[in-house]
């Protein structure tokens, strides 16, 4: 069976992308004139261009037109901690660093402040009653491109208990930074000690907000990594809960470690 008229269509525009004939940020000619060039209707054009738009091959700006899409620059995320701050990329000085490394800028909304109660995976992993209340602050962090306009990078959401607050750190409950970092403060001001962490890394389909804020592609094209994060203090009691979200086609994470004294081969 022959395949559809919009198929060949596609596949015609995907091999000229893949050959180099049509050269990444290349406006495509308008649907009209695509609709004369191959002899259908537009409707039929308006097809093949949304399947190779499921695809990350094209893209359309609104008031522009249609374009090929540039390959995304690749971002390394390293999950071990760094010697000078503990951080890890994800996260902290070490996540600004990081970014700082390869000529751009790490950049971060207001954190956006929550109280959550009844959520038992974060409760677990906090170790606290499931029907304690927690403290969830929500941040949009961006990485400037080479022209210095900043795109979406990472959702990330650190939860602490609210035992916290009636101890003493209320400022986990103010909608702004926290300028000497929650983990100095945390230290000041409860001696808590984040001393290790505990990784989990997973992939799933994106969510509405998630979507929306990378700029995904309908029809599930893209995933996200999960990144989930849940650290220690001296004692081994939990003292915070992270969950930070990435594009699975912008990034690459890496691991590094030291193998023990004694180690071979075998």
């Given at each position: 069976?022959?395949?559809?008229?919009?198929?060949?269509?596609?596949?015609?525009?995907?091999?000229?992308?893949?050959?180099?004939?049509?050269?990444?940020?290349?406006?495509?000619?308008?649907?009209?004139?695509?609709?004369?060039?191959?002899?259908?209707?537009?409707?039929?054009?308006?097809?093949?261009?949304?399947?190779?738009?499921?695809?990350?091959?094209?893209?359309?700006?609104?008031?522009?037109?249609?374009?090929?899409?540039?390959?995304?620059?690749?971002?390394?995320?390293?999950?071990?901690?760094?010697?000078?701050?503990?951080?890890?990329?994800?996260?902290?000085?070490?996540?600004?660093?990081?970014?700082?490394?390869?000529?751009?800028?790490?950049?971060?909304?207001?954190?956006?402040?929550?109280?959550?109660?009844?959520?038992?995976?974060?409760?677990?992993?906090?170790?606290?009653?499931?029907?304690?209340?927690?403290?969830?602050?929500?941040?949009?962090?961006?990485?400037?491109?080479?022209?210095?306009?900043?795109?979406?990078?990472?959702?990330?959401?650190?939860?602490?208990?609210?035992?916290?607050?009636?101890?003493?750190?209320?400022?986990?409950?103010?909608?702004?930074?926290?300028?000497e970092g929650t983990v100095a403060y945390l230290l000041e001001t409860l001696q808590i000690r984040q001393a290790s962490y505990r990784d989990g890394l997973s992939v799933r389909a994106p969510d509405k907000v998630e979507t929306e804020f990378f700029n995904l592609p309908p029809g599930g094209?893209?995933?996200?990594?999960?990144?989930?994060?849940?650290?220690?203090?001296?004692?081994?009691?939990?003292?915070?809960?992270?969950?930070?979200?990435?594009?699975?086609?912008?990034?690459?994470?890496?691991?590094?470690?030291?193998?023990?004294?004694?180690?071979?081969?075998?």
């Amino acid at each position: 069976m022959p395949s559809p008229r919009y198929q060949e269509i596609a596949d015609t525009l995907r091999d000229k992308i893949e050959r180099g004939e049509l050269t990444p940020g290349q406006q495509l000619p308008t649907e009209k004139e695509l609709a004369n060039e191959y002899e259908t209707a537009r409707n039929t054009i308006r097809d093949a261009i949304a399947q190779l738009k499921v695809l990350q091959l094209l893209e359309t700006r609104p008031g522009k037109g249609t374009f090929v899409v540039e390959k995304p620059e690749v971002f390394r995320v390293t999950l071990t901690p760094e010697a000078k701050t503990g951080f890890s990329g994800g996260e902290g000085e070490a996540w600004i660093a990081e970014v700082g490394k390869t000529g751009r800028k790490a950049t971060a909304s207001k954190p956006n402040v929550e109280i959550k109660t009844g959520d038992l995976p974060k409760a677990k992993a906090l170790g606290v009653d499931p029907d304690e209340s927690l403290i969830g602050r929500h941040q949009q962090r961006f990485i400037t491109d080479r022209d210095g306009t900043p795109i979406p990078w990472s959702l990330q959401t650190s939860y602490y208990p609210f035992s916290f607050i009636e101890r003493g750190a209320v400022k986990l409950l103010r909608n702004e930074d926290i300028e000497e970092g929650t983990v100095a403060y945390l230290l000041e001001t409860l001696q808590i000690r984040q001393a290790s962490y505990r990784d989990g890394l997973s992939v799933r389909a994106p969510d509405k907000v998630e979507t929306e804020f990378f700029n995904l592609p309908p029809g599930g094209g893209v995933q996200v990594f999960e990144h989930r994060r849940t650290t220690y203090d001296g004692d081994g009691v939990p003292c915070r809960h992270t969950i930070t979200t990435y594009r699975t086609d912008r990034n690459i994470f890496v691991i590094e470690a030291e193998m023990p004294e004694g180690t071979g081969s075998r």
